[in-house]
């Protein structure tokens, strides 16, 4: 069985870092283009989705199982609509929000985007 939601990000909304057990595929529906940001080893990979696919925005990126990812709006003003899809189905048991001190320490190279797309400590109380 899989799971299946719309998710509307706007203006300065984010998805701050977070991983799930299953892999995920997000699909790009409408408004301004998605920055979805994956932590593995070495430097940051950027996905974009959007409509534009001449300029290399994609319709649609899966998110593997188990990595590091989060999300925002590319250009400001503007929303995006996207479709995120799990398999087997989301549960939040299987859900983990990053803690900024432990991604700093895993990811030291990419600690710009860490602090943008994290809280700290005493945000998250």
């Not at 189905?89 to 900024?100: I, Q, S, T, V």
Request: aromatic share 12%; net charge negative.
């Amino acid at each position: 069985m899989s799971t299946a939601i719309y998710y509307l990000l706007e203006n300065e909304d984010k998805s701050h870092f977070h991983r799930i057990k299953s892999d995920e595929l997000w699909f790009f529906h409408q408004g301004q283009a998605l920055e979805i940001i994956l932590l593995t080893t070495g430097q940051p990979t950027r996905l974009i989705l959007g409509p534009n696919f001449a300029s290399g925005e994609l319709p649609q990126a899966v998110i593997p199982a188990g990595v590091w990812f989060a999300a925002q709006v590319k250009r400001r003003p503007g929303f995006a609509l996207v479709s995120c899809t799990v398999a087997p189905g989301f549960d939040f048991a299987d859900f983990e929000l990053a803690e900024r001190a432990a991604l700093l320490r895993e990811f030291p190279q990419a600690a710009e985007v860490v602090k943008q797309f994290t809280k700290a400590a005493q945000e998250n109380i």
